[in-house]
């Protein structure tokens, strides 16, 4: 029973890191038709800023963190992505060359043997059989998601990008500017992957291919959840990370991610457009 | 969900198979250039590539080639079905396991195979005691793909999941399917894999003559897959599936079966990466998870990218020369090739989403019309 127990801050923090990056994705792919390959990249170059400012202090990464991947997202969306729109497989694969190059970038700055973040001393230790560290990331993700809510139904620039998630040809005839609500929005979804690497060091080292070992399993909550939904991005994130870490614990981790393809496969018989609308006892 | 159509999917540069009579006839040149083409590359990699070429290059080829095997499947499925499929790594993986799990048996000899006896394993697992027999070992080679690409291909296509959603899932079974095989490491040989392999149906798999006969053999496959492959794009069903690629919900208004026609053409890929992966073991010597993962199933569609996703012989090409360029590169400036990789696939995608055959094509067009004018 103890173990069970000791499950559940494990498969909930995995839940949190994974609707961090999912985030990001669900309103790339919902608004822009973009399956980013490189927002694994943007986790790791979240991480290792949190590596390089690990002696300034660990707040000043979340911050620094954030606008370093958004930044990145940013010039990623004004290079290239822009000219991909409407051709999501296209982008997927464009995205994955990125994605390459920045992998071996960050070999060629940082080396290929990963590397340790000291966590502050304030998340060390815990309370019964939730350890700080892992409440801290689901503390992350629950404000990041409150944010995000805020954002999307409380200004006008959230309103614009539900508006061009919704319809874009209409919202542009309506006079808002398109491209320059997918710039905000590929901005903030890239900066919250680099918020993720950042929690993601709290939990594990830190590597080039640090991304890869998560992107497929956020694309999967997009899936699930349905595209450029809020609701249906934590629900699936935080299911699919309660499956694996149980599915880790009753069966052996190898198993755990063909259990976890198959219960996905299962699902979509039952909802094939992903949750959409809310009904959160259709997941479990 | 037309957000999801891809708005470049030009027709592909082919003839017609009956021109419309209004058009002249064709030149007999223009109707014999496909023959003729296939028939030069046949003669060069069947004859010429053996004689020419040094045991180490030839396997080398025989390598690539096993990979376009695999890029033809990969051409038929995205390239003319628009299913952009990044899993082929797993039906490779099936074929290449069956087989080497069949030579790695009779290389035991009724013993245990020699990576168990190191794992600790003390008897033969249930699951491996059927792949004793050649025939069995054969037919699963590509039985085990097919059934696999059948049953996801059901599931998936008849709830109308489709682009990125379908190529979101085969990448999770590659994902899926390769942290299994680490973690079974008495029964499936975990990170090394299945290697150390020394008898293929009587030859010694090491041997020169044996490397060279697999070689002629596998370009052989090559050969009759993709003139089957040609002929299957070339009928009903083919055009009925570039129908599809085009507009799916309108082939299904005017009453046929999307999610049928999409199931077969992914079974019948899977069916040729099984194919690829069981050509493999003997040519290279190993199969091991690292050979079909997320990575390397990408890497196979660069490749048909890089050559030209249109067109059945540009899948080929890319396979090929994306395998040369690896090696090249690998060997010549190891750190840079990710770069060049990377860069290349941006470059390809940016500049010419139809690859070389479409660069090639267009030149080509441009060259006649201008000697037209003249």
């Given at each position: 029973m103890e173990g069970v127990l000791n499950q559940l801050p494990i498969g909930l923090s995995i839940g949190a890191v994974l609707l961090l990056i999912?985030?990001?994705?669900?309103?790339?792919?919902?608004?822009?038709?973009?399956?980013?390959?490189?927002?694994?990249?943007?986790?790791?170059?979240?991480?290792?800023?949190?590596?390089l400012l690990q002696s300034v202090g660990f707040l000043i990464a979340l911050p620094a963190a954030f606008g370093v991947a958004g930044v990145m997202g940013l010039v990623l969306e004004r290079l290239l992505i822009r000219h991909f729109y409407g051709r999501p497989?296209?982008?997927?694969?464009?995205?994955?060359?990125v994605s390459l190059v920045l992998q071996q970038a960050a070999r060629d700055l940082f080396g290929a043997p990963n590397v340790q973040v000291v966590s502050p001393t304030w998340l060390r230790g815990g309370v019964g059989i939730l350890p700080y560290n892992r409440l801290f990331i689901m503390a992350l993700a629950v404000l990041s998601v409150v944010a995000i809510w805020a954002y999307l139904h409380r200004t006008g620039q959230g309103r614009r990008m539900r508006a061009v998630m919704q319809n874009r040809r209409l919202a542009a005839t309506s006079g808002i500017n398109t491209g320059r609500v997918d710039q905000v929005t590929f901005f903030i979804g890239s900066g919250l992957a680099g918020i993720a690497g950042v929690a993601l060091t709290l939990i594990g080292p830190v590597g080039p291919t640090l991304g890869t070992y998560y992107i497929v399993d956020a694309f999967l909550v997009v899936v699930a959840g349905g595209l450029g939904q809020l609701k249906g991005a934590v629900l699936a994130a935080l299911g699919l990370g309660l499956l694996n870490s149980y599915a880790e614990f009753w069966s052996d981790a190898s198993l755990a991610k063909v259990i976890v393809f198959v219960a996905i496969i299962g699902f979509l018989q039952l909802r094939p457009q992903g949750l959409f609308v809310l009904r959160s006892r259709a997941l479990s | 969900m037309t957000a999801f159509q891809d708005s470049t999917v030009a027709a592909p540069a082919e003839p017609p198979a009956r021109p419309v009579p209004a058009e002249p006839a064709p030149a007999r040149w223009t109707r014999l250039r496909g023959p003729a083409v296939f028939t030069a590359v046949a003669v060069l990699m069947l004859v010429v590539a053996p004689l020419a070429l040094e045991p180490f290059r030839l396997g080398l080829l025989a390598k690539y080639l096993c990979y376009a095997i695999v890029a033809l499947g990969i051409g038929l499925t995205w390239g003319q079905g628009?299913?952009?499929?990044?899993?082929?790594g797993v039906f490779f993986g099936l074929g290449g396991y069956a087989m080497g799990m069949y030579l790695k048996l009779h290389d035991a000899g009724g013993d245990l195979p020699d990576f168990m006896v190191w794992s600790g394993v003390d008897h033969l697992p249930a699951l491996w005691r059927p792949f004793g027999n050649p025939v069995f070992a054969l037919a699963m080679v590509v039985v085990l793909p097919v059934a696999v690409a059948l049953l996801l291909g059901v599931l998936v296509f008849r709830q109308r999941v489709r682009g990125a959603y379908f190529a979101i899932l085969t990448q999770a079974l590659a994902a899926a399917l390769v942290i299994l095989l680490v973690g079974q490491q008495g029964l499936t040989g975990g990170t090394n894999g299945l290697t150390n392999f020394f008898d293929f149906f009587g030859n010694d798999v090491a041997a020169d003559g044996t490397q060279r006969g697999l070689y002629?053999?596998?370009?052989?496959?090559?050969?009759?897959?993709?003139?089957?492959?040609?002929?299957?794009?070339?009928?009903?069903?083919?055009?009925?599936?570039?129908?599809?690629?085009?507009?799916?919900?309108?082939?299904?208004?005017?009453?046929?079966?999307?999610?049928?026609?999409?199931?077969?053409?992914f079974a019948i890929s899977a069916g040729m990466a099984g194919i690829a992966g069981a050509l493999f073991v003997p040519v290279v010597g190993i199969i091991s998870p690292a050979l079909l993962g997320v990575v390397p199933s990408l890497e196979l569609v660069v490749g048909v990218a890089v050559g030209g996703r249109y067109a059945l012989a540009g899948a080929v090409l890319g396979a090929v020369v994306m395998g040369y360029a690896k090696t090249y590169f690998s060997e010549e400036l190891p750190e840079a090739w990710l770069y060049l990789q990377g860069a290349l696939f941006i470059l390809v995608m940016t500049l010419a989403p139809k690859g070389l055959t479409g660069l090639a094509v267009t030149l080509w067009r441009s060259v006649t019309r201008r000697r037209a004018a003249a």
């Open positions: 999912a985030l990001g994705l669900t309103f790339t792919f919902g608004q822009m038709g973009v399956i980013n390959m490189a927002h694994g990249e943007f986790i790791m170059a979240g991480a290792y800023t949190a590596y497989l296209d982008t997927l694969l464009l995205t994955w060359g | 628009g299913m952009l499929t990044l899993g082929q002629v053999l596998v370009a052989a496959v090559l050969g009759v897959l993709y003139l089957g492959a040609r002929q299957l794009v070339r009928s009903r069903f083919g055009r009925l599936l570039l129908a599809i690629r085009d507009g799916e919900d309108r082939v299904r208004f005017l009453g046929y079966d999307p999610a049928a026609v999409k199931t077969v053409t």
